[in-house]
């Protein structure tokens, strides 16, 4: 079989990707990327292009990639086990803190079992697409606003969904009353949307899942480490756990890298033994799985519900700053600040000049994350922000709207 060879020719096999890659930044869509090294002693700022900078736009909610304790762990794991697992999880690359780790997932949303994957969108595509597939007669029931990697877990079933009005129960439950009681039925949902920082209505979906004999499919992932008493999310903060599955991770909040699933034992067994991208794929490596340990010992922890503490003083603050300044954004209920900037060129060069003039980088949000016309700014203010910082944001943030 002969290969392709190593420069192809635009107007051959890759010419028409070329051209709608012109497209692309033609409409303005086109995405670039900002590399950015984080300096763990000076948590919040990066080194860009030699220049140090400041990041507003970090999923790092609580600060814990720079924990020093958190960091230790991973080194001295390093040193004992090496760099990486060597292997998939069913091939030399479980180790005894994969085990250690799903245990207490489990036990922490009060599940029977608990499921690591490499990251929190392996997680949803691999485990909807999965037990889906088995299930072929379920029919899905999915939030407009869903993140893209439970969309296409969903799609990529084939089985028949449903896709209702973000957060709209009364939407919801007409098309659950559509189907019989018999009819297998999974209500897929977030409990926190990234883009509005809204929350949606658990309890209430959760009743309709019962009084429809649904199963729910829950993703936590914006709020784990940032809700509830210990972190476990929005569940653990209003005492709910009648939803069926839960997925959170750990490259947010707890600031290391994996998600998981919780929910049945054979259910996920299932999945453990079925799905691809479980199977097939290398491991997360001990010494960052030893890391989100002893990032769940500090979260968990009097010190973890100080961050989340601060965390909210501080996404008020923002506001608050952000009000005085006659800067429109969304108030949200969540710890997400999203700074309403309508238009996609007009984002695009704020965020620009925001980088280049005052040494701040945050990322602008536009379509198709966003629908045209909602481009905004996700900000977030980790505990570790001051107030002196947050001032100086929002008035280089006032000058650079001005004048745009």
Avoid at 227 to 247: D, S
Wanted: hydrophobic share 35%; glycine share 8%; aromatic share 8%.
């Amino acid at each position: 079989m002969s290969a392709l060879p190593l420069e192809t020719p635009p107007h051959s096999v890759f010419g028409g990707l070329h051209k709608r890659l012109e497209d692309l930044k033609e409409s303005g869509l086109y995405r670039e990327f900002t590399p950015c090294s984080y300096l763990a002693a000076e948590p919040g700022h990066a080194i860009h292009r030699g220049r140090r900078i400041q990041v507003w736009c970090t999923n790092d909610y609580l600060g814990m990639s720079q924990n020093p304790e958190v960091m230790e762990a991973q080194i001295a794991s390093t040193r004992r086990h090496g760099t990486g697992n060597g292997g998939s999880r069913n091939i030399a690359g479980t180790s005894e803190a994969h085990v250690d780790l799903e245990n207490r997932l489990a036990a922490w949303h009060r599940a029977p079992r608990a499921l690591v994957f490499s990251s929190g969108y392996v997680a949803n595509f691999e485990t909807l697409s999965t037990l889906l597939a088995a299930v072929p007669e379920t029919v899905v029931f999915s939030d407009s606003l869903n993140h893209r990697s439970l969309i296409e877990g969903i799609r990529a079933s084939g089985n028949d969904k449903h896709v209702f009005p973000h957060n709209d129960v009364r939407a919801l439950e007409e098309l659950l009353s559509r189907y019989d009681t018999e009819r297998p039925k999974l209500i897929v949902f977030e409990s926190v949307y990234s883009m509005d920082g809204d929350i949606a209505p658990i309890r209430e979906i959760c009743d309709l899942a019962d009084r429809y004999n649904a199963m729910t499919y829950l993703d936590e992932t914006h709020a784990i480490g940032v809700n509830g008493p210990t972190g476990a999310g929005i569940c653990e903060e209003i005492g709910e756990y009648r939803p069926t599955f839960v997925q959170g991770v750990f490259g947010k909040a707890v600031g290391t890298t994996g998600g998981y699933v919780a929910g049945p034992d054979t259910a996920l067994d299932y999945v453990r033994s079925h799905a691809p991208g479980f199977i097939f794929t290398t491991t997360i490596p001990r010494s960052s799985l030893d890391a989100t340990r002893r990032s769940l010992d500090v979260v968990q922890s009097a010190e973890g519900a100080e961050l989340r503490r601060a965390l909210r003083e501080n996404a008020g603050r923002m506001r608050a700053a952000l009000h005085a300044a006659g800067i429109d954004f969304i108030d949200a209920e969540s710890h997400l600040v999203p700074v309403l900037v309508p238009g996609g060129e007009r984002v695009k060069r704020i965020s620009r000049r925001l980088l280049d003039e005052f040494d701040i980088y945050v990322q602008p949000i536009n379509y198709p994350s966003v629908a045209k016309g909602g481009e905004r700014f996700r900000v977030t203010v980790a505990p570790f922000r001051t107030p002196q910082q947050i001032e100086e944001f929002v008035r280089a943030l006032r000058v650079c709207l001005d004048e745009s």
